[in-house]
C-alpha cells in the first residue's frame, strides 16, 4: 500500500535508512556491485537499494547495507560463501523455521496469527507462549500455568546482590541457579521439558523484584499469570498493569533469528539443557544493540529531561552523526507495528507521566524532521514509565516476553537434530615459507 507525505506517493520501499546504517555515494555503491550507474539506479527504482537525499544538494546517498545483500545475491552464481557471508549480517535467511514470519507488513507467531492482532485482542501470554511451543492456539481461551515451588529464600539470592542490581540481571543469575538445583535438566522427555518451561517463566515474572523487594517474590509466584505476577513484583500503579504488561509480553514472545534466539539455537544444537540456552539467549539480550536498547532509550529520556529540550537534544544526536536510540527497523521500512499500541496504551493509561511526556515529544520531533519510526523499545519505555515500574523494567519485560520465543526455538532446533557449526573464511596474512616448508 502507498503512503503519502507532502502531497507524493511513495512506495513502502521509498524510506530513509536507518541513521545508524552507513551510507555511500553513488560513484562507491556502483563500485560494489561492479555495475554502471545507471543500472544502480535501476535497482534504487525497484526497491532493492534504498537512498537518501543529501539536503542542500542534488547527490543521494545509498545504504551500504542494501548493497552488500544485493552483491551476496549475485556472487551466489560463482559459489555459496558470499551467500553464507552475507546471510549473517541481516541477509538471506540461512534456518528453517516454523516459529514466526517476519515481512514488512508485520509479525506472524507461527506464519498464521499476528503478533498485533493477538495482543490487541487480549490473548493471554500463556495462550501465545503455547501456540509457539505446539503450533497450535489454545481454546477456550485463559491456559493457566500452575505455579512452581520455591526453590529457596528470596532474601538469600538478595543478600548476594547489591540492591541497585538491574532486574535482567537478576533473572540471569536467577537462570543459573535454577539450572543448578535442577538435576534431571539434561535430556528431559519433551512434556517434562515442557512443563519446566511454563515454571521458568513464572519464575522469571516473579523474581525480577529481588534485589529491591525480596518480600513480594513469593506472593508474585503466587499470582494466576505472568502478567499478574509483573505487576505484583512490582507493585505497579495501575489496575490496567496486568492486562498491559500481557500485551506488552505477547508483542515481545518472537521475533525470528533476532541475536538472542540466535544464540538459544546454537547453544541447543549442541545438547545443552534448556537453562543453558535461556541463559545464553540473556547473555546475548544484555547488549546495547539488542535488549539494551531499552536501556539506551531511558538514557536518552533521562538527557532529555522535559519536552521542551527534546528538539535541542535530537538535533545534538545527529549533528554529531550519531543515531537517536530507539528509531528504526531493518525489517519494517514503514514502521515497527508492534510498537503504536505500545504507545497507545503508555498515552491512556497516565498520559502526565513525565517520561511519557518526554518520550513523547521525542517521537515527534523525529516524525517532524522525517526521520524513522520509534522501535517497540520506545514504546516498552512509555509502557513502563506510564506505570511507575523501575529503571531497567522495559528491558526485563522484553526478557520474559521473549523467552517464550527462545523456548520455541530450542524445542525446534533439537527437532532438527543438527549442529549449528558455521565455516570461517581465513583472511588474515598469509603463512610464512618457514612455517609451511617441509
Known amino acids: 500500500m502507498d503512503r503519502r507525505r507532502g502531497g507524493r506517493s511513495q512506495s513502502r520501499f521509498d524510506h530513509r535508512p536507518e541513521r545508524e546504517e552507513a551510507l555511500v555515494s553513488a560513484s562507491e555503491a556502483a563500485a560494489l556491485l561492479g555495475v554502471k550507474r545507471t543500472t544502480l539506479y535501476t535497482y534504487v527504482s525497484r526497491g532493492w537499494v534504498r537512498c537518501v537525499p543529501v539536503r542542500g544538494t542534488k547527490e ?29 549480517r541481516w541477509g538471506e535467511p540461512v534456518i528453517d ?4 514470519r517476519v515481512e514488512a507488513r508485520g509479525l506472524a507467531y507461527r506464519g498464521r496469527q499476528p503478533a498485533v492482532a493477538l495482543a490487541t485482542e487480549g490473548r493471554s501470554f500463556e495462550d501465545v507462549a503455547e501456540l509457539l511451543w505446539s503450533g497450535v492456539l489454545p481454546e477456550p481461551r485463559g491456559t493457566a500455568w500452575r505455579a512452581p515451588r520455591m526453590p529457596f529464600a528470596p532474601s538469600a539470592l538478595a543478600a548476594l546482590l547489591p540492591r541497585g542490581t538491574p532486574p535482567a540481571e ?7 541457579l535454577l539450572g543448578a538445583r535442577d538435576a534431571l535438566r539434561v535430556a528431559a522427555p519433551p512434556e517434562q521439558e515442557l512443563a519446566r518451561a511454563r515454571g521458568l517463566l513464572r519464575h522469571l515474572a516473579a523474581w525480577v523484584c529481588v534485589a529491591r523487594a525480596p518480600g513480594r517474590v513469593t506472593r508474585a509466584l503466587q499470582e494466576k499469570t505472568v502478567a499478574d505476577s509483573l505487576a505484583r513484583a512490582w507493585a505497579a500503579r495501575s489496575p490496567r ?48 544493540k539488542h535488549g539494551g536498547a531499552c536501556d539506551r532509550v531511558e538514557a536518552l529520556l533521562a538527557e532529555v529531561q522535559r519536552p521542551a529540550r527534546a528538539k535541542e537534544v535530537v538535533a545534538a544526536y545527529l549533528r554529531q552523526g550519531g543515531s537517536v536510540p530507539g528509531f528504526g527497523h531493518r525489517l519494517y521500512p514503514g514502521g515497527d507495528p508492534r510498537t503504536p499500541p505500545l504507545i497507545q496504551a503508555a498515552r491512556e493509561v497516565r498520559p502526565e507521566a ?57 524445542l525446534e532446533q533439537r527437532e532438527q537434530g543438527h549442529l549449528l557449526r558455521p565455516r570461517a573464511r581465513y583472511v588474515g596474512p598469509p603463512a610464512s615459507d618457514a612455517a609451511t616448508a617441509d
Open 60 to 88: 543521494n546517498r545509498y545504504a551500504r547495507a542494501d548493497l552488500e545483500r544485493l552483491k551476496a545475491r549475485h556472487d551466489a552464481r560463482a559459489g555459496h560463501a558470499a551467500v553464507a557471508a552475507g546471510a549473517l
Open 97 to 100: 523455521s516454523a516459529v514466526s
Open 170 to 176: 537478576v533473572l540471569s543469575t536467577l537462570v543459573s
Open 241 to 288: 498493569a496486568p492486562a498491559l504488561l500481557n500485551q506488552a509480553l505477547v508483542l515481545c514472545a518472537d521475533h525470528e533469528l533476532n541475536v538472542s534466539t540466535f544464540a538459544a539455537r546454537v547453544t541447543a544444537s549442541s545438547g545443552a539443557d534448556l537453562y543453558a540456552c535461556i541463559g545464553a539467549a540473556m547473555a546475548a539480550l544484555s547488549g546495547p
Open 354 to 410: 513525565p517520561g511519557v511526556r518526554v518520550a513523547q515529544a521525542v517521537v515527534e520531533v523525529m516524525r517532524e524532521a522525517g526521520h524513522p519510526a520509534p522501535s517497540m523499545e520506545v514504546g516498552l519505555v512509555m509502557l513502563a514509565e506510564a506505570l511507575g515500574l523501575p529503571k531497567g523494567a522495559a528491558s526485563t519485560v522484553f526478557a520474559v516476553g521473549r523467552s517464550a520465543g527462545w523456548v520455541a526455538h530450542v
